[in-house]
């Protein structure tokens, strides 16, 4: 941990938990007359830096609002985009992941997604089960009227 990074940071007043709404990518990439999926995947940039500082400064747990049910209404292009983001991420990022302790928790509907995302995720969800470090939450495939949906269907049927 470099000093000047978090020399106006007081480490010890620091939250254990972060909630991280994964937003603007679009306007950042309209404002820079570029394409929607690089404003992604500058996003991505940027959210790989914040997982690492959070694990370096002790952040217990961050949780990333990465894909809403919602955003299947997207373009088609957009989503494809996302959706590759996922895979790209994943295998760019898990081996680092591991070494650095972090636990992944895949939030959502898993079974929603195409397949070769599915598996990505239930893949670092598998590989960091067992670490005990930055507790990092990703909400794909989420959404409050899905919750909702699918909590007064368990009871239903219960």
Known sequence: MTAPLYAEIDLNRLPRHVAIIMDG???????HKVKVALGHRTGTETLREIIRSSSDIGIEALSLYAFSTENWARPAAEVEALMQLILDFFASEIDELVRNNVRITILGD????????????????RRTCGLSGLR????VNYGGRAELVRAARQLAAE
């Open 25 to 31: 990518n679009g306007r950042w990439a309209k404002q």
């Open 110 to 125: 898993k079974a929603g997604l195409p397949a070769p995302q599915r598996e990505a995720l239930e893949d670092a969800e």
């Open 136 to 139: 990092l939450n990703i909400a």
